[in-house]
């Protein structure tokens, strides 16, 4: 069995930065493309930002394109989303995922593909 575990959430102000991580176990890491998703109440799960196997292939959402950025470390079964000038519209519970089929260097920007979910990480940005 798969599992992922989020971290690193919390509450910080505009303009403040969070690192997110992720660990999985129970299944071959560098085998999977991961992402990284955020969801508010009343709304449908967003694609945030994906990177490939190997850490080549990063691909992100625009809204967060240029201030946040994922990478991962496959000798500590690990993927991070570094998060820098937060705003208040970053607020949401964040998700990691593994996609255990994909093997490009242009993972998934949506969630379906997806296998493997954590069960999420509030972040909220306070202004």
């Known amino acids: 069995q798969v599992l992922l575990v989020e971290s690193g959430g919390g509450l910080v102000q505009v303009g403040d930065s969070l690192r997110l991580s992720c660990t999985v176990s129970?299944?071959?890491?560098?085998?999977?493309?991961m992402g990284w998703f955020r969801q508010d109440p009343g709304k449908e799960r967003e694609f945030v930002a994906a990177i490939s196997r190997g850490g080549i292939g990063l691909v992100y959402a625009d809204s967060v394109k240029g201030r946040f950025t994922i990478s991962r470390d496959n000798a500590q079964n690990k993927v991070y989303l570094q998060m820098n000038s937060l705003k208040p519209e970053d607020t949401a519970v964040y998700y990691c995922?593994?996609?255990?089929?994909?093997?490009?260097?242009?993972?998934?920007?949506?969630?379906?593909?997806?296998?493997?979910w954590g069960q999420g990480t509030q972040v909220t940005v306070s202004s």
């Open positions: 129970g299944g071959t890491f560098s085998r999977y493309a």
């Open positions: 995922a593994a996609d255990q089929n994909y093997f490009g260097n242009y993972p998934p920007a949506r969630p379906g593909p997806y296998d493997h």
